[in-house]
């Protein structure tokens, strides 16, 4: 079993960054794909960005592609996602998930993660 705790959201004005983290309980952090989504109110779940477990190849939705960064810190098993240029769009609850050893094409697809934190919620304001 893998917790995940996510941190580092609040409220920022549009235009402004922030940083969230994801701190797991994996003993074998490196071996796991890691992933970032959001969900708005009245939408569905929508894929942010992931790494790789193995290389850490990243990918981005289109829409925070050049403004989110998403990177990882084995020796710490944390992942964060570096969020700049905030858009109102952004506003979203975000979570953090882990799949163990998950293929790299498959690293936008939600269902193929096994493990989910509670999220955090990141609000932009006009």
């Known amino acids: 079993q893998v917790q995940l705790v996510e941190s580092g959201g609040g409220l920022v004005q549009a235009g402004g960054s922030l940083r969230l983290s994801c701190e797991a309980s994996a003993r074998t952090f490196s071996n796991y794909g890691m992933g970032w989504f959001r969900q708005a109110p009245g939408k569905e779940r929508e894929f942010v960005a992931a790494i790789g477990w193995s290389g850490g190849s990243t990918f981005y939705a289109r829409s925070v592609k050049g403004r989110f960064a998403i990177s990882r810190d084995n020796a710490k098993n944390t992942v964060y996602l570096q969020m700049n240029s905030l858009r109102s769009e952004d506003t979203a609850v975000y979570y953090c998930?882990?799949?163990?050893?998950?293929?790299?094409?498959?690293?936008?697809?939600?269902?193929?993660?096994?493990?989910w934190g509670q999220g955090t919620q990141v609000t932009v304001s006009l």
């Open positions: 998930a882990a799949a163990f050893r998950l293929a790299t094409e498959r690293l936008t697809v939600g269902y193929k993660y096994d493990y």
